[in-house]
């Protein structure tokens, strides 16, 4: 730890390690402890941002002092509420072996487009916040002028199995979008010896705003940025929220998503690449205008290069709830392309002007003709898409080979329903978006009963990410859906 990083002591609590995961990623260069963190006056946190201070619940006071964090951290750290973490021009990289602990109500704040938090392969991030005090990552600037893109985001890097590699690499090992090619903490996958159960650390209550930062094209930072994660990785209560590029976007590896939603992204909300194979179930994904050149609610690749590379992109998702902008719009609802293949069930998909769901590309259409499919869209319900509101599949970007999307998803196998009205609560309101169904929604009925797996799935007889009717719903409490 140099001078600086001393000035705070209390920021930097060292947590209890853990050597249960072998340091597979760390660069070649003597790992050093070269975190910056500045004591500066104490500052006002934004309303909202400080859960309030009752009895059982997190005590965080109101106004924190500032904590500034640049380079990295390469030994076991805490972060908690009492402080609040300015991260500060450039990115903070968690160097493996490193634990970086952050603990529920604690508001880390980006002050740049390329403040960002890269947890690098062999280290791990224990973020576990609370439904009272959320774990918050947002913009350095003021309520009111905060905005898509004022910081980079947050990335997990792990050495699960992915389908890529960058030209000069191992098979198996690539280099994460927004990281420079020659920097090698910024490298993920396990190369010849994945471990697909490798453990990138846990994301609970936590929400990530007005992050994002596109480098050069097709090289962004995302909100969250998942790549060669694997399935002891927590990301449960997860809100991504005004993200310049992609809200989550998963390169590769087999980590899980769970109670996740993606506000107002301008990009896509969800997009995968490279081989990613986890579970995903109660996902919101609502858009709105976005000045981006292609952006969907869904965006779905294997690899762009070799669309049967394997192990090929195959998620499960269960309870999915996609929305489109209200009114007239362009964007597509779930394109499908480049050889993924899907299967996803228990969705509500409305309000796209483009139409639904575009399957793309020869490899992508077979997987759904094939006789076992491991591409499709069932027991789903279907609400005003396409420009006429009941076209539900009028996108056809003609390179499937003529794969009819209307054939095949209105096909009796797939149990979908069209034109019916979830009776969604108030999907579209800007600051206090409502997505359960009323009790009486179709959405209520038709669901196809998730795999008993006692890992993962849970019971939800109903479509779309929230239950139905007045009871509860997990939104409620942690998220917020701030213009600025």
Known sequence: MDAQARVDSAALDTAAPDSSQPDSGA??????????????????APEGERPPAEDGATRCPASPPEVRVSGEISTNTQWDCAHTYLLTAGPVFVRAPAVLTIGAGTVIRGDAPTASLIVTRG????????????????????????????????VLLGG????????????????????????????????????????????????????????????????????GCGRRTVLDYVQVHRGEDDGFEFFGGTADLRHAIATHSDDDGLDWDFGWRGRAQFVVVTQSASTESDPSGVEADNDRDNNNAMPRSEPVIYNLTLLGPEGMNTMPGMVLRRGTAARIYNSVIMNWGAGAIDVRDPATAALATAGSPTLFVNNSLFFRNGPTGTNHFALD????????????????????RFDLDPALAAPTHATAPDFAPSAASPASSGAATPPSDGAFFLPAPFLGAIPPGPGPNWTTGWTAFPAN
């Open 27 to 44: 660069p070649d260069s003597a790992l050093g402890d070269s975190a910056a963190a500045d004591s500066a006056a104490p500052q006002d």
């Open 160 to 227: 699960a199995s992915i389908n890529s590699a960058r030209p000069g690499m191992a098979s198996g090992i690539n280099q994460i979008e927004g990281i420079d090619a020659a920097d090698n903490r910024g490298q993920y996958g396990g190369g010849a010896t994945p471990d697909d159960d490798w453990n990138c650390g846990t994301l609970r209550y936590v929400r990530i705003e007005f992050a994002g930062y596109p480098i050069s094209a097709n090289n962004e930072l995302n909100s969250l940025t998942v790549g």
């Open 397 to 416: 970007m003609g390179s499937d080979m003529g794969f009819d999307e209307d054939g095949f998803f209105r096909a009796p196998a797939r149990m979908n």
């Open 123 to 154: 280290a791990r991030v224990e973020a576990a916040g609370t439904a009272e005090a959320p774990i918050v990552f947002t913009s350095a600037r003021p309520v009111g002028m905060r905005s898509r893109g004022n910081w980079g985001g947050v």
